[in-house]
């Protein structure tokens, strides 16, 4: 998702522009997870303003102090996230954590930023901690699904995530379908798993992730026309992975046209030489 800001010549730009130059963040149009993107909308104006007092509070008694509330610090700690300035990120969702203990959210952005840096264990931890305490939130049901999923716990994963899809009040669905349609392929269960992509897709035609599952269970399924299908959609609203092209080379391979196999497999060892999608192709080239 795209933060789109005000012209910065607007009042709104110049309030903007100073808020952010005293908490030193980057001006430029960045990405926000999705699993935050609505939590970031909500608190964009709060942030703004909160910081703005507290810098005139500063500047009129001269004395440094943090007043900063938890809220600004978890917003601060998911803007950094999105930039995968991993540490910087966890130090304020540590002092939004210090600032207010019971905040649900900051337990939730702790458990993801953890879950980047590979550390399982205290991801889980801040995950159980943000269930209990607001069980019904649909950003805890959906990450904390997928997260059980993706470590083999299938049941468990898939009956928050049916939470997560039966909540009228969820307006964004597709992220929950997606993360079930993958611990569906998981559980091997792959017509199951195509439909809740395909769900997904109904409510977001442009979910990329959604798209790009697609391309994959199409072309394993031996449907290469759909795959190639999907792939062009997954590129107007998304750059190439190796893994979409890894499936392209295959999917064009399949289809019989070598010359486009061969330009997605050249791409695949220029942009990602290091993936493992190009190792696999560089012993067949030798």
């Not at 909308?41 to 440094?64: H, P």
């Not at 999105?82 to 207010?100: C, P, T, W, Y």
């Not at 750059?239 to 499936?247: D, R």
Request: charged fraction near 25%; include cysteine; aromatic fraction near 10%.
């Amino acid at each position: 998702m795209k933060i789109l800001m005000r012209p910065a010549g607007s009042w709104w730009g110049r309030l903007r522009i100073k808020a952010a130059d005293a908490l030193g963040i980057d001006q430029r149009v960045q990405s926000v997870p999705p699993e935050f993107a609505g939590m970031f909308k909500r608190f964009t104006i709060f942030l703004l303003s909160a910081v703005l007092i507290a810098c005139a509070s500063s500047a009129g008694n001269g004395v440094k102090n943090d007043n900063t509330s938890a809220d600004v610090y978890l917003q601060l700690g998911i803007r950094y996230l999105s930039l995968n300035k991993l540490e910087v990120a966890k130090e304020n969702l540590q002092q939004a954590l210090k600032k207010d203990p019971d905040n649900t959210q900051v337990h939730n952005a702790l458990a993801f930023l953890y879950e980047k840096i590979n550390d399982y264990d205290l991801a889980r931890d801040h995950y159980e901690i943000a269930l209990k305490q607001t069980p019904d939130d649909l950003g805890v049901q959906n990450n904390f699904g997928r997260f059980l999923c993706e470590r083999g716990e299938f049941e468990k994963g898939m009956a928050l995530l049916t939470l997560a899809i039966s909540t009228p009040l969820n307006d964004r669905q597709w992220l929950a379908l997606t993360n079930a349609g993958r611990c569906q392929s998981g559980m091997g269960q792959k017509q199951k798993a195509k439909a809740y992509f395909k769900r997904a897709l109904q409510l977001n035609d442009a979910y990329a992730p959604a798209l790009q599952e697609m391309q994959k269970i199409s072309y394993e399924s031996g449907e290469f026309w759909a795959a190639k299908g999907y792939l062009q959609r997954y590129l107007r609203v998304a750059a190439h992975t190796p893994e979409s092209l890894g499936l392209a080379v295959k999917t064009e391979r399949a289809l019989g046209n070598e010359e486009l196999a061969r330009g997605y497999q050249n791409l695949l060892l220029e942009k990602f030489p290091l993936s493992d999608e190009a190792k696999h192709l560089k012993p067949a080239l030798q």
